[in-house]
């Protein structure tokens, strides 16, 4: 039986990046005041991991800079893009070669995703609405 691990990595955007993302959103029209993104990797197994091989995935896969967990990613909506469905990137070959090489032996395949989190503008009251058009515009971008 396969089993599959959904584990959070680092940041993916550096400051300037970021920026530079919002104010292409902007300019599309979207009320974006910020934006976050991180990596996400998902694991397939051929069985549920033992808490230390769980613990050692955790860390083969804490790479680069650290995730900045703000209290406005929770008042976000968040969106992820992941490879073509059936296709196998290269990160994901070598990622799985360094699995194995390290002594992963259950471990099928990894491959890496990107979780972006859309901070909307807000209001005197409250984050103003983004509606489902405008999510699809934002994808586009992303």
Known sequence: MSHILQLSGSSVLSTF?????VKQLQSLGLPIAA???SFQHFVSLDEAPARPTHERL??????GASSAQDDLVEQGVSLTVIPRL???????????DIA????FFTVRRIERGVKYTLIPERSWLKAK??????????????
């Open 35 to 37: 934006i976050h993104a």
């Open 86 to 96: 059936g296709t196998i990137s290269a990160w994901a070959s070598k990622a799985t």
């Open 17 to 21: 990046r970021r920026e530079k993302l």
């Open 58 to 63: 955790v860390a083969l896969l804490n790479y």
């Open 100 to 103: 194995h090489n390290c002594g």
């Open 129 to 142: 609405a983004l509606s489902a058009d405008m999510l699809a515009l934002a994808a586009s971008c992303l």
